[in-house]
Every structure is written in C-alpha cells, then in structure tokens.
C-alpha cells in the first residue's frame, strides 16, 4: 500500500510539532523499556511524568533541536499494552523515530483532530481534545482489563498517551495507535460505518471525485454490502463485536464507529507502485489521480507532486549509502508477525472473506472499531437537543450511550452475513 498524505520534512509547517513528539517518544518509551519489567500497581494508571527539553540537555533529558515540555502519562501501563498487543519495543521505537518518519493526513474528520503516521505506515499518531485525553485517563483500567481479558478486541489498540508543548505554545494531547490498514496492500474501498442513517452518506458526486473515499452506512446500503463470512467465523467477530460493545456502554462513551478497508484480491495492488522498503517517499504524482488510496487529504497539485518526487530522488540518494533501518527493511511478512496471533488480523493483516462453508472469497476486511473517546456528557448532550428537534429522534447519531451501543450492535450484526444467506434473503425479499 502506498502512503498516503504529506511528508513531514523541515519545510512542513507542522514539523517543529511532529520533530518534538518523536524526540519526546524515543525518550520516554526508551527509558521506560530500560528498566526491569515488574507488575503494574493501581498507582501506574494514575502516573504522569514531565520533562523538558532544550538545545544543552541536563542531567534527565538529552539535548534537544527545540525548546519543549513533553509529558508521559501511564508508561508502565503503556508498556504492557504494548507487550500485550505484541509490540517488539525495537521495532515500535525504530518504526516511530527514525528520521523521515511520519506522513501527515491532515485532519479528515470534523474533530479538528491531526492524524500522522509513521514511515513504515504501522502506527497512528493522533492528537486528541483535552476532554478525550482525560476520558482516556479515566477508562484506562477498564481498558486494560478488557484488553486482558479480549486478546482479539476489535476496538483501537493504543500504545501510549502523551502531551507536548512548545516555548509559548499551546499544550498538544496525543495517542499513538495501530493503523488498522496494512502497508503492503492496497485498499479500495473504506466504510466508516456508525448504524445510523441520517447524515451518513458519502454523495456518489464526491466519490466520483475521489474514488477512494471514506464512505459511510447509507454507502454500504446502497451497494447491498455485507461483511461476508461463514456461520463460525461470523459467530466470533460478532460475540467479539458484542463484548467490545458493552464495555463501550457501560462507560457511556459513544460515536464510535466500526471502519472497514477492503481489499479486493481481485485487483491486487497497483503492483507499478510497490516499493517494499520505501514506501512512505512514495511521490503521490507516481499514481494516477483516482487511484489515489486517500481520499482524506486534499489532492497535491501536479507541481507539489513533482517536487515531492525531486525530493523523494534526494533523499533516496542521501540514504544509499547507510543501510535502510531495519524497520523499513523489514519484509511484510514480518511486519504481520505480531498480527498473527489476533483472529481478524491474522489473514494477511486482516480478516479474510469467507462463504457459507468457510472456504475464502476475493475480499480481505481490515476493520477495527475507532473513535471511542467521546464521552455523552461532553457535547452530545447539547448535539442531540439541538438535532432532535429537527429529525427522527432514533435515527440521529448523538443519542445516549445505551442506545447508540444497541443501534450499532444492531446493524453490524445485520450486516455481516455469507454471500449465500445474503442472496438468499435477497430473493425471499423479492417474491413478497
Ligand atoms: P470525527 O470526530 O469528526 O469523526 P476524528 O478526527 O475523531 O473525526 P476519526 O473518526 O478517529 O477522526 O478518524 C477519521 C478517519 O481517519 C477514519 O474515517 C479513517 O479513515 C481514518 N482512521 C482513523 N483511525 C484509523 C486507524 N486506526 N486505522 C486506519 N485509519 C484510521
Ligand atoms: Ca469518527
Ligand atoms: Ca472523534
């Protein structure tokens, strides 16, 4: 899979931002892995950790290009995730700060929030509101006890929590998390699903516009989608499903939703574009326009392109002589390593189609539930009384927690069906 977005190079308004997050990551997980694991104690969920940074270094923090405050919260908390999830602590350090490391897709959703990922495309940087940063703090042990408890939890796997702030700047909340769409193969469509229906529409218009966009429920309706799979493998995504989506009601969070890339075998991927071991420099102006996998970010004008590639030329040329980091060396066959032992990311870093007798179709889902810090208290209260004067109170995507658990319950259990009982219905639909 290409990467998609803009690279963050000295030149990138947000790379002060992004240079400080990863000098404040390298830092803090480093020290964290280098002492003795032991157990987590109650007090590990509450910690927090500050240290500054500036061009001379002292005796805590190495010297640093910028002047900068980063807080750590929960490390250790952090750090047996990270075990849990099966992070290598190299790998997930090499992957995060290496030098050229994160593509910026700006900020798709309407939160506001920026989204980067790291040159190898397997972590997510994310920067949260004030509000979801607390609201994380606050479920943390919930968290990790369901993840304890739900090794093949379907919900985002998050790897750490921390704040930067700049001399003068404001205070930016971050998590970092898994990239639920895998660096080696191409995904043709996206689905932000939620189980509600109004508003919930990509138009066909700007999907024409820009063939890889993420669409959303009334998208999947229209094109009579499931999630297809055989009676076995559907009774564990959805019993999984089912437990991930109590925990979410019981901590009255909502607005979440179920994201779903398919790749279609079928088409492959667009194999003139692999590069196994530089994918992140990959110009946008290499693809042709609509196969363009990210939607999200606005299209780089033909001369943004160009320099991008000149760019892409140097830095290839600067990099020859040192041999590729291991992280960008690495194959994806060992880059799924870790995804093996998780039942819906263990078909090629997905979950692979089936029929009604459990034998493989053309499609691989990669899919994972996102976006679970909004808690109801915090704005939908005031979203729904204003909505709900306009529209079918059911239908609207801000109700209470409870009810927007069962509604998006409801409808992935609706939707993920073998192609067979798909047409079936279709047909017993048709004669009344
Ligand atoms: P809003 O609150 O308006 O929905 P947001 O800023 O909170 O937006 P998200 O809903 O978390 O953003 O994500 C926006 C989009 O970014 C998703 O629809 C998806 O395309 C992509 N995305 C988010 N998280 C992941 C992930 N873990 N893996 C892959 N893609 C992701
Ligand atoms: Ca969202
Ligand atoms: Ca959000």
Not at 129 to 154: D, G, Q
Not at 166 to 189: C, S, T
Request: aromatic share 10%; with cysteine; charged share 30%.
């Amino acid at each position: 899979r290409v990467i998609v977005g803009t690279k963050v190079d000295q030149n990138h308004v947000n790379w002060v931002t992004a240079y400080n997050m990863l000098t404040g990551i390298r830092f803090t997980v480093s020290r964290i892995n280098a002492k003795m694991d032991r157990e987590l104690t109650p007090a590990d969920f509450q910690a927090k950790h500050k240290f500054s940074f500036d061009i001379t270094g002292n005796e805590l923090t190495p010297s640093a290009k910028y002047d900068f405050k980063f807080k750590d919260y929960a490390p250790w908390v952090f750090r047996h995730l990270r075990a849990k999830f099966r992070l290598d602590p190299a790998d997930y350090l090499m992957s995060l700060t290496s030098k050229y490391i994160l593509s910026e897709l700006g900020s798709p959703g309407k939160s506001g929030s920026f989204f980067y990922f790291s040159r190898d495309y397997k972590y997510i940087i994310k920067t949260i509101h004030h509000s979801e940063h607390k609201l994380l703090r606050k479920i943390l042990p919930e968290y990790y006890k369901h993840v304890e408890e739900n090794p093949n939890t379907l919900i985002s796997q998050f790897y750490g929590l921390h704040r930067v702030k700049m001399a003068y700047g404001r205070k930016i909340h971050f998590v970092v998390m898994n990239n639920l769409f895998p660096p080696h193969r191409d995904i043709h469509q996206t689905f932000d699903l939620k189980g509600s229906t109004i508003g919930r529409d990509l138009s066909e218009d700007d999907l024409k516009k820009n063939p890889r966009g993420t669409m959303k429920d009334l998208n999947w309706i229209r094109r009579h989608r499931h999630i297809e799979c055989g009676p076995q493998k559907r009774e564990v995504f959805i019993t999984q499903l089912k437990r991930d989506v109590e925990l979410l009601k019981r901590l009255k969070i909502m607005d979440y939703s179920l994201l779903v890339g398919i790749h279609d075998l079928e088409r492959g991927n667009d194999e003139k574009l692999r590069n196994k071991t530089l994918q992140v420099f990959q110009p946008v102006g290499d693809r042709d326009e609509d196969s363009n996998p990210n939607v999200l970010m606005r299209t780089p004008s033909r001369l943004e392109n160009e320099r991008k590639a000149r760019e892409l030329r140097m830095l290839i040329q600067r990099e020859r002589p040192v041999p590729l980091d291991q992280a960008a060396a690495k194959m994806p066959d060992e880059i799924l390593d870790e995804r093996k032992s998780h039942i819906f990311y263990s078909d090629d870093g997905g979950f692979r189609a089936t029929d009604e007798n459990g034998q493989y179709r053309d499609e691989i889902y990669y899919l994972g539930i996102i976006d679970f810090l909004t808690h109801y208290g915090m704005v939908k209260r005031i979203e729904h009384f204003v909505k709900g004067l306009s529209h079918d109170r059911t239908q609207i995507s801000p109700i209470p927690p409870q009810s927007y658990g069962e509604r998006f319950y409801k409808f992935i259990d609706a939707i993920t069906m073998s192609k067979e009982e798909a047409d079936r219905r279709e047909q017993s639909a048709d004669h009344n």
